[in-house]
Protein backbone atom coordinates (compact mmCIF):
# COMPACT_ATOMS: atom_id res chain seq x y z
CA UNK A 1 0.00 0.00 0.00
CA UNK A 2 1.77 3.24 -0.89
CA UNK A 3 1.90 5.97 1.32
CA UNK A 4 -0.78 8.32 0.68
CA UNK A 5 -0.31 11.48 3.07
CA UNK A 6 2.77 13.20 5.24
CA UNK A 7 3.00 11.90 8.67
CA UNK A 8 1.54 15.00 10.29
CA UNK A 9 -1.44 15.10 7.86
CA UNK A 10 -2.12 11.62 8.43
CA UNK A 11 -1.99 12.30 12.98
CA UNK A 12 -4.38 15.57 11.92
CA UNK A 13 -6.87 12.72 10.53
CA UNK A 14 -6.76 10.94 13.27
CA UNK A 15 -6.87 13.84 16.22
CA UNK A 16 -10.16 14.71 13.94
CA UNK A 17 -11.41 10.87 14.01
CA UNK A 18 -10.85 10.74 17.83
CA UNK A 19 -12.48 14.46 18.47
CA UNK A 20 -15.77 13.82 17.02
CA UNK A 21 -16.24 10.46 18.65
CA UNK A 22 -15.79 12.17 22.30
CA UNK A 23 -18.40 14.99 20.84
CA UNK A 24 -20.43 11.62 19.37
CA UNK A 25 -20.50 13.51 15.85
CA UNK A 26 -21.29 10.68 13.93
CA UNK A 27 -20.90 12.33 10.36
CA UNK A 28 -17.36 14.27 10.97
CA UNK A 29 -16.65 10.69 12.18
CA UNK A 30 -17.49 8.62 9.20
CA UNK A 31 -15.77 11.51 7.19
CA UNK A 32 -12.58 10.88 8.38
CA UNK A 33 -13.05 6.82 7.67
CA UNK A 34 -11.69 5.33 4.13
CA UNK A 35 -15.27 3.59 2.38
CA UNK A 36 -13.15 0.36 2.86
CA UNK A 37 -12.12 1.03 6.63
CA UNK A 38 -12.04 -2.13 8.55
CA UNK A 39 -12.23 -1.40 12.57
CA UNK A 40 -12.13 -4.48 15.24
CA UNK A 41 -11.70 -4.50 18.82
CA UNK A 42 -8.58 -6.80 18.57
CA UNK A 43 -8.76 -9.15 21.33
CA UNK A 44 -12.45 -10.01 21.00
CA UNK A 45 -14.11 -12.84 18.90
CA UNK A 46 -16.16 -9.85 17.38
CA UNK A 47 -14.80 -9.55 13.41
CA UNK A 48 -15.44 -6.38 13.62
CA UNK A 49 -17.08 -3.64 10.94
CA UNK A 50 -16.61 -2.90 7.69
CA UNK A 51 -17.22 0.37 6.04
CA UNK A 52 -18.02 4.40 7.96
CA UNK A 53 -21.94 3.47 8.17
CA UNK A 54 -21.34 0.03 10.31
CA UNK A 55 -18.30 1.18 12.16
CA UNK A 56 -20.89 3.80 13.53
CA UNK A 57 -24.08 1.11 14.22
CA UNK A 58 -21.24 -1.12 15.86
CA UNK A 59 -20.13 2.39 18.23
CA UNK A 60 -23.64 2.93 18.89
CA UNK A 61 -24.80 0.00 20.64
CA UNK A 62 -22.80 0.74 23.40
CA UNK A 63 -22.42 4.96 22.74
CA UNK A 64 -26.43 5.36 22.80
CA UNK A 65 -25.99 4.06 26.36
CA UNK A 66 -23.64 6.76 27.11
CA UNK A 67 -23.75 10.02 28.60
CA UNK A 68 -20.12 11.50 27.33
CA UNK A 69 -16.96 9.44 26.47
CA UNK A 70 -13.28 11.54 27.13
CA UNK A 71 -10.25 10.48 26.05
CA UNK A 72 -6.62 11.49 27.07
CA UNK A 73 -3.86 10.97 24.84
CA UNK A 74 -0.60 9.60 26.20
CA UNK A 75 1.49 9.41 23.00
CA UNK A 76 1.10 9.68 19.56
CA UNK A 77 3.33 8.61 16.44
CA UNK A 78 2.85 8.39 12.96
CA UNK A 79 5.49 7.12 10.38
CA UNK A 80 4.38 6.89 6.64
CA UNK A 81 0.54 5.81 6.54
CA UNK A 82 0.53 4.23 10.13
CA UNK A 83 -0.56 6.62 13.07
CA UNK A 84 -0.42 4.79 16.76
CA UNK A 85 -2.24 5.83 19.12
CA UNK A 86 -1.57 5.72 23.12
CA UNK A 87 -4.68 6.75 24.61
CA UNK A 88 -7.10 6.48 28.06
CA UNK A 89 -10.73 5.98 27.64
CA UNK A 90 -13.58 7.68 30.23
CA UNK A 91 -16.73 6.38 29.80
CA UNK A 92 -19.57 7.87 31.59
CA UNK A 93 -23.11 6.20 31.73
CA UNK A 94 -26.12 7.78 31.52
CA UNK A 95 -27.27 6.07 34.97
CA UNK A 96 -23.82 7.83 35.86
CA UNK A 97 -21.50 5.29 36.15
CA UNK A 98 -17.89 5.31 34.85
CA UNK A 99 -15.24 2.81 33.50
CA UNK A 100 -11.91 3.99 32.27
CA UNK A 101 -9.25 2.45 30.49
CA UNK A 102 -5.85 2.41 28.54
CA UNK A 103 -5.74 1.77 24.60
CA UNK A 104 -3.37 1.21 22.05
CA UNK A 105 -4.57 1.89 18.51
CA UNK A 106 -3.18 1.32 15.19
CA UNK A 107 -4.42 3.20 12.31
CA UNK A 108 -3.45 2.67 8.56
CA UNK A 109 -4.11 5.44 6.38
CA UNK A 110 -5.39 5.26 2.46
CA UNK A 111 -5.95 7.95 0.32
CA UNK A 112 -5.65 10.66 3.30
CA UNK A 113 -8.52 8.79 5.61
CA UNK A 114 -8.47 6.13 8.42
CA UNK A 115 -8.45 2.63 6.46
CA UNK A 116 -7.62 -0.01 9.28
CA UNK A 117 -8.59 0.88 13.19
CA UNK A 118 -7.08 -1.57 15.43
CA UNK A 119 -8.18 -1.40 19.00
CA UNK A 120 -5.64 -3.30 21.38
CA UNK A 121 -6.76 -3.27 25.14
CA UNK A 122 -7.50 -5.76 27.90
CA UNK A 123 -10.95 -6.90 28.08
CA UNK A 124 -11.44 -8.15 31.40
CA UNK A 125 -9.88 -5.03 33.06
CA UNK A 126 -12.83 -2.77 31.06
CA UNK A 127 -15.34 -4.70 31.17
CA UNK A 128 -14.96 -5.21 34.68
CA UNK A 129 -15.81 -1.84 35.34
CA UNK A 130 -19.12 -1.77 33.19
CA UNK A 131 -22.31 -2.06 35.19
CA UNK A 132 -24.46 -5.21 35.01
CA UNK A 133 -26.94 -3.75 32.97
CA UNK A 134 -25.07 -2.54 30.22
CA UNK A 135 -23.22 -6.12 29.96
CA UNK A 136 -26.96 -7.55 29.69
CA UNK A 137 -27.39 -5.09 26.56
CA UNK A 138 -24.17 -5.15 25.18
CA UNK A 139 -25.19 -9.11 25.25
CA UNK A 140 -28.24 -8.79 22.65
CA UNK A 141 -25.84 -7.75 19.85
CA UNK A 142 -24.31 -9.90 17.53
CA UNK A 143 -21.70 -8.91 14.57
CA UNK A 144 -24.65 -9.67 12.22
CA UNK A 145 -25.92 -6.11 13.66
CA UNK A 146 -23.06 -4.27 12.18
CA UNK A 147 -21.86 -6.42 9.41
CA UNK A 148 -22.01 -5.46 6.13
Known sequence: MSITGSSEANKEVVKKMWRALGEMDWETLKSCMHPEIHYQDVPTDDPGSHGPENCVKRLLIAFIHL??????????????????????????????????????????????????????????????????????????????????
Open 67 to 148: KKQEQVTHHMAAEGNVVFLDHTETWTFKTGEKASHTFATMHEMKDGKVYRWSDYWDVNKFVGQFPDWFIEEMMKSTADDFAG
